[in-house]
């Protein structure tokens, strides 16, 4: 015998029946538990601006690429041309 289905694990109805198993069992789960997340979310808020400032500053590059030296060497002293002399 040949079967014209797909020999996976998943058949698109199975697959089909689980999102939607899934996602009503989140969305009761939300709703049973809003009382809780509301609760926790000033906290979240707070704990947000540490860690954006943390993984934002990731995005420049660190502090590699800055020449360090160039902060210590004093003040800058105005180059003088070879025909001032």
């Not at 789960?29 to 906290?43: C, D, F, Q, S």
């Amino acid at each position: 015998m040949n079967d014209n289905h797909s020999s996976s694990a998943w058949s698109t109805y199975s697959r089909t029946v689980f999102i939607a198993f899934a996602l009503i069992a989140l969305g009761l789960i939300a709703y049973e538990h809003r009382v809780h997340v509301l609760g926790i979310l000033p906290w979240l808020l707070i704990l947000a601006c540490p860690l954006m400032h943390l993984f934002m500053h990731h995005g420049h590059g660190g502090h590699s690429g800055h020449d360090h030296a160039s902060h210590w060497a004093g003040p800058v002293q105005p180059k003088k041309e070879a025909d001032d002399v």
